[in-house]
T-cell receptor
Framework: DSGVTQTPKHLITATGQRVTLRCSPRSGDLSVYWYQQSLDQGLQFLIQYYNGEERAKGNILERFSAQQFPDLHSELNLSSLELGDSALYFC??????????????FGAGSRLTVL | AQRVTQPEKLLSVFKGAPVELKCNYSYSGSPELFWYVQYSRQRLQLLLRHISRESIKGFTADLNKGETSFHLKKPFAQEEDSAMYYCALSGISGSRLTFGEGTQLTVNP
């Protein structure tokens, strides 16, 4: 599959715990984005990486962190989880320049439930 | 700051009727506007972008800089158009997309 792959698809955990969400971008894309989608809210931009470097930061909590590795996969780490962190977390990738820039290819999302 | 507003969370029309999904934006520079769509059990995907000036699945959208709007229109809605539609904005090339809250379109038979 040359699209964006996210794991796990579903995750249930308890408050105070820490989880890691993983994303493999579409083949050839160097830019990775993370978005959060909570109930009754749209897609909230969290963070963007390009070729291993942080490029833009949105409304990402200090309890959250991310990184992009040399093989271009990215991980989003969520710690000290709270009930309000329950959401669908999307990863997307794109080219950085050229006609494909700003055209995001999305993964299927990781649904996090915090109990 | 960039902001996208979709005033309607839910929109319901009958098959064959015209449909318009509203999108307004605020951005100080020259934005690029998009419509993304998520069909049931499918991934969020690009529907169209204003610079392409294309009609995709019968949908069109015109960027109106004076009204800062990018409404999505289709003259004759089909049942398969039922989906969640997101308007999105980007500033400079390669920068993040800011999404609206989305409009759930239901096309009734």
């Amino acid at each position: 599959d040359s699209g964006v792959t996210q794991t796990p698809k579903h995750l249930i955990t308890a408050t105070g715990q820490r989880v890691t969400l993983r994303c493999s971008p579409r083949s050839g894309d160097l830019s990775v984005y993370w978005y959060q989608q909570s109930l009754d809210q749209g897609l909230q931009f969290l963070i963007q990486y390009y070729n291993g470097e942080e490029r833009a930061k949105g409304n990402i909590l200090e309890r959250f962190s991310a990184q992009q590795f040399p093989d271009l996969h990215s991980e989003l780490n969520l710690s000290s989880l709270e009930l309000g962190d329950s959401a669908l977390y999307f990863c997307a990738s794109s080219e950085l320049q050229g006609p494909g820039a700003n055209v995001l290819t999305f993964g299927a999302g990781s649904r996090l439930t915090v109990l | 700051a960039q902001r996208v507003t979709q005033p309607e969370k839910l929109l319901s029309v009958f098959k064959g009727a015209p449909v318009e999904l509203k999108c307004n934006y605020s951005y100080s520079g020259s934005p690029e506007l998009f419509w993304y769509v998520q069909y049931s059990r499918q991934r969020l995907q690009l529907l169209l972008r204003h610079i392409s000036r294309e009609s995709i699945k019968g949908f069109t959208a015109d960027l109106n800089k004076g009204e800062t709007s990018f409404h999505l229109k289709k003259p004759f809605a089909q049942e398969e158009d039922s989906a969640m539609y997101y308007c999105a904005l980007s500033g400079i090339s390669g920068s993040r997309l800011t999404f609206g809250e989305g409009t759930q379109l239901t096309v009734n038979p």
